[in-house]
């Protein structure tokens, strides 16, 4: 196991009955990134994360946490993994401080001054000490995340975090868990309905499809290196002219004419300026060239074959 994995599925597999809910899923989660699981519902996301965190037993395959085995030795595992699967359950009669503090006591080598870390890392100061029940949405998803980070975990799961989220809670949760990755280098898994959140806060993610993995890719454009095929559109003078010289130089590149001076190719990143350089050489004027990238939803169903409901 790499340094930088922090977490491992190895032929993680459910079987219910006659019904395999998660089939055969491998793949690694790195450090310091923010990783997500997506799939239509019914897709096993749920159950995968609730065999990683023992909150079910696995029909076959490992989940390693830092190199622990999850089945082999359970507590030990748990030490590096804070999670809030589904919504934050919280005492609503206690004030946000209590209920850290006997989630505290729970755990060992929780102090007096780690809960107030958390607190502020999460910015809840100015209402720690009010009830739970005074508490937005948004409010009980940041003491959820307080409480998963009061170990000092290595590792956070949150399955369908942004439920219930305002647009204004949605980006003040993704930025800090952005944050968290990149500042003190926790690996984030979440599991999340909106694709368009998971563009914006995942660096990878892995598509699950009636349990089995279709994908892994990456998410976030910064992922992508300069061997990544990219869709372009160039703008130019004369776009008949222009494919025949593509077509000359470059045999294996496709290039599709949308209109006299629209083509449209798919191309390594890096081949980009020698494709322009080559257009220009023979006297072609260019106007624009850009990226057309798809959307997540877009690869989504593009990759599931069309299934609309994640």
Do not use: W
């Amino acid at each position: 196991m790499s340094e930088n994995v922090a977490v491992e599925i190895r032929d993680l597999t459910k079987v219910i009955g006659s019904k395999t809910i998660v089939d055969s899923l491998s793949f690694e989660i790195h450090k310091g990134e923010v990783f997500g699981l997506l799939g239509p519902n019914g897709a096993g996301k749920t159950t995968t994360i609730r065999m990683m965190v023992g909150l079910i037993s696995m029909t076959r395959g490992q989940v390693l946490i830092d190199g622990i085995d999850v089945s082999k030795n359970f507590t030990k595992a748990m030490q590096h993994i804070g999670a809030i699967v589904e919504n934050p359950e919280m005492y609503k009669y206690l004030t946000g401080y209590q209920n850290l503090k006997h989630f505290a006591r729970m755990s060992q080598g929780v102090s007096d001054q780690r809960i107030h870390e958390v607190v502020n890392q999460v910015g809840l100061e100015a209402r720690i000490h009010d009830k739970v029940k005074t508490y937005s949405l948004g409010m009980r998803q940041r003491l959820g995340l307080a409480q998963a980070l009061l170990r000092r975990p290595h590792v956070i799961i949150l399955d369908e975090p942004t439920n219930g989220l305002d647009p204004a809670g949605i980006r003040e949760l993704r930025d800090y868990l952005r944050g968290l990755a990149e500042k003190e280098g926790i690996a984030v898994i979440v599991s999340s309905h909106l694709l368009s959140e998971m563009e914006l806060m995942c660096d990878r993610g892995a598509i699950i499809q009636a349990g089995k993995l279709i994908d892994l890719r990456p998410i976030r454009r910064t992922e992508m290196d300069e061997t990544s095929e990219q869709d372009i559109l160039i703008e130019i003078e004369h776009g008949v002219q222009a494919v025949s010289i593509l077509h000359t130089t470059y045999p294996q590149v496709d290039v599709v004419l949308r209109d006299d001076h629209h083509l449209e190719l798919r191309v390594a990143r890096e081949m980009i300026p020698d494709i322009v350089q080559a257009l220009v050489s023979h006297g072609e004027r260019i106007y624009e060239v850009r990226m057309v990238n798809k959307t997540l939803e877009e690869t989504f169903l593009e990759i599931t074959g069309g299934e609309s409901h994640v």
